[in-house]
């Protein structure tokens, strides 16, 4: 009952709005250059660089994101990629490889991304990390995400059951003659802290926009050998009228967790509810987006 509550409820956050929701297609790296007429490929990267004692120096990609198609409104909810299959033909019983639809993260475990995206406008305004302890997840390990420890955000206030979340307010445009466009890298430093309660952000250090155009056209030969559509460099931004923002939900530790499940859980589920209430950033000052001076 518990799990269909929450699938309703997802659902319902999916199609809300006026624009529903939009699924991030990855490149096929046997076939790299297939894109419709209205998609570019778009190829960048994103990743958390933290420092804490539990950790010490860590860098990790967000496990959700918050990517919005301005001009329509659609909110990206899933990400697929092409994985080679062997499966049993049906009429010959032999078995064929095929290229099949697969879950996968948003970003690479170094933060690089390669994606499709119908032209537009998009914004960026959610990254975060963490886990839900109603579908009763392992907690994921930062370095090593799965696939299936993804998930979308709706809003940039609003962190998963446990983890955090960053309201970096990020845009980039997708268009032009070119087939493929370099975003850039953002870079995220905070400290943080590790515990029983997940992992919370204690201060944003800097966000930082840089071209390491070089380094990404090597890694892109390397990942798609036969990539030959024409590239642009066109970094993405920031929004001075919009904030960087950030927040918290600190998650039940386990012995809660159990308190909670059982018949006399009542009290201990309102204290849990109590601790897993959003919690401001305790930020002096926001920080700023540095950009290069160089490229679009």
């Known amino acids: 009952m518990r799990l269909l509550l929450f699938l309703l409820v997802f659902l319902s956050l999916v199609t809300s709005g006026c624009g529903g929701g939009m699924t991030v297609k990855h490149v096929n790296p046997d076939k790299p250059n297939v894109i419709e007429s209205n998609e570019r490929v778009v190829f960048g990267r994103v990743i958390f ?15 959700g ?6 001009e329509t409104g659609k909110r990206a909810w899933k990400t697929v990629g092409y994985e080679k299959t062997v499966i049993k033909d049906a009429i010959s019983d032999d078995l064929v490889t095929r290229e099949l639809p697969a879950r996968k993260l948003w970003f690479e475990n170094d933060g690089t991304f390669f994606w499709i995206l119908p032209t537009g406008s998009y914004l960026i305004d959610a990254l975060g990390w963490g ?6 997840l392992s907690d994921p390990d930062p370095v090593k995400p799965t696939a299936e420890k ?5 809003k940039a206030e609003d962190p998963p059951e446990c983890g955090f979340v960053v309201g970096p ?3 980039f445009n997708v268009s032009g003659d070119s087939g493929a466009l370099y975003l850039g890298s953002l870079l995220i430093d905070m400290d943080i802290k590790k515990s029983e309660h997940g992992i919370e952000i204690k201060n944003i250090n800097r966000i930082e926009i840089k071209d390491e155009y070089a380094e990404a056209i090597e890694l892109l030969k390397s990942r798609c050998p ?4 024409t590239i642009e460099k066109r970094l993405m931004t920031g929004t001075p009228d919009r904030p960087v923002s950030a927040a918290n939900r600190r998650c039940p530790t386990a012995a809660e967790m159990f308190l909670r499940e059982t018949v006399g859980g009542v009290i201990s589920g309102a204290i849990g509810a109590v601790m897993m209430i959003p919690v401001d950033v305790p930020v002096m000052s926001p920080p700023s987006i540095t950009i290069p001076s160089f490229g679009k």
């Open 226 to 229: 036969l990539f030959s559509l």
């Open 49 to 63: 660089v933290t420092h804490s004692e539990e950790m010490g120096d860590a860098s990790f990609p967000p496990l």
């Open 131 to 136: 886990f839900t302890r109603i579908l009763f």
């Open 150 to 154: 993804v998930f979308p955000l709706f």
């Open 169 to 171: 307010n990020i845009v």
């Open 65 to 70: 994101l918050g990517l919005v198609h301005v």
